[in-house]
């Protein structure tokens, strides 16, 4: 604590206050603030610094703690506005951008249209050009670049950051996944099996990185060694449904159907909501009408499984398609 109050203390006297008299008190209050944040009474964490606020309205670090609190509030809107405020109070503070570029991204992610997700994606990337302007050796930065980039689907972009990412933190595993990721949507699959694998080499459990490889293996037709890497995500992670979603996709494309069934039952029995299983239950009901179009029952099974999957993931245009064209048509009625 004690540690945390001198740094604190220190980065104030760099960074100083706008007017002498009421120095004291804004630090203080300032002070009183972080401490409160520390317990996580964010009430009067809020309190203490509106009071250093209205001692020096221009207290950079203020408005930048404030940012802090409300993001952790998940008020990222209000959050927006503090940090924005430092930031025009102090433009050569790298924290403060970072932060905001931080919250601008879950902006983006929380966004309820496409276009509002754009747009504040593209505020996090110049946010994030400015902070890796002011340190460019910060490892986070350039990662979170790039992770923008990415989402953009600039590729190129991403992957020129991210390798500069890498070259920061070479031992991080999360530089490598994200390489892995980036090298998949260039579609360089050998590439980001090998990525991969750099980022296992430091971190061992990373379950959804494994259903990663797996599953680019899978789009190799590698299907025996996407298997293994399934299987390994589901001893990793026993309560996911995820693994046992792509074995029944691996296995569907091996036409081991029964088993490819079980997999995806499995999956349902771990996640009753998962509407992938749903789906992927369906294609092999009518993979099976298909060929053998005297087993209607099969098709019925289908369309069930298809409505399903709709009612929990209603955003599957493809597969509101698939319902037209194998729903029975009804004939009219016979004219009076």
Not at 99 to 116: F, H
Not at 289 to 296: C, E, Q, Y
Request: glycine fraction near 4%; charge should be negative.
């Amino acid at each position: 604590m004690k540690l945390c109050l001198s740094a604190a203390i220190a980065a104030l006297l760099l960074a100083g206050c706008s007017n002498n008299a009421y120095q004291t008190a804004a630090i203080d209050h300032y002070v009183a603030g972080q401490m409160a944040a520390e317990r996580q009474d964010y009430q009067a964490a809020l309190a203490e610094l509106a009071k250093a606020l209205q001692q020096d309205p221009k207290f950079a670090l203020a408005h930048a703690a404030v940012g802090d609190i409300y993001r952790k509030q998940g008020n990222l809107e209000q959050a927006v506005g503090a940090y924005e405020k430092s930031c025009d109070l102090n433009p050569y503070s790298f924290k403060p951008h970072y932060n905001l570029g931080v919250t601008y991204q879950m902006l983006s992610s929380a966004a309820k249209t496409a276009q509002a997700a754009a747009d504040y994606l593209q505020k996090a990337v110049n946010t994030y050009l400015r902070a890796t302007t002011l340190n460019d050796g910060d490892f986070d930065a350039k990662l979170n670049l790039a992770a923008c980039y990415y989402q953009q689907g600039k590729y190129d972009l991403a992957l020129q950051i991210c390798e500069a990412a890498i070259k920061l933190s070479p031992d991080s595993p999360f530089g490598y996944s994200n390489l892995g990721i980036i090298y998949d949507a260039q579609n360089q699959p050998y590439k980001a099996i090998q990525a991969y694998k750099a980022s296992l080499e430091r971190d061992t459990h990373q379950p959804k990185l494994i259903l990663n490889m797996g599953s680019t293996y899978m789009r190799l037709k590698r299907y025996n060694e996407a298997m293994l890497e399934f299987r390994l995500a589901a001893q990793e992670e026993p309560t996911s449904a995820a693994p046992h979603e792509q074995m029944g996709t691996c296995l569907f494309y091996q036409q081991k159907y029964d088993e490819a069934l079980g997999a995806f039952d499995k999956s349902l029995e771990l996640d009753p909501k998962s509407s992938a299983a749903h789906r992927g239950i369906g294609v092999i009901y009518m993979t099976q009408f298909l060929m053998d179009n005297t087993r209607t029952d099969l098709r019925e099974k289908a369309l069930g499984e298809w409505t399903r999957s709709l009612e929990l993931e209603p955003n599957q245009p493809d597969l509101v398609r698939l319902i037209e064209k194998y729903s029975p048509r009804i004939p009219p009625p016979p004219p009076l």
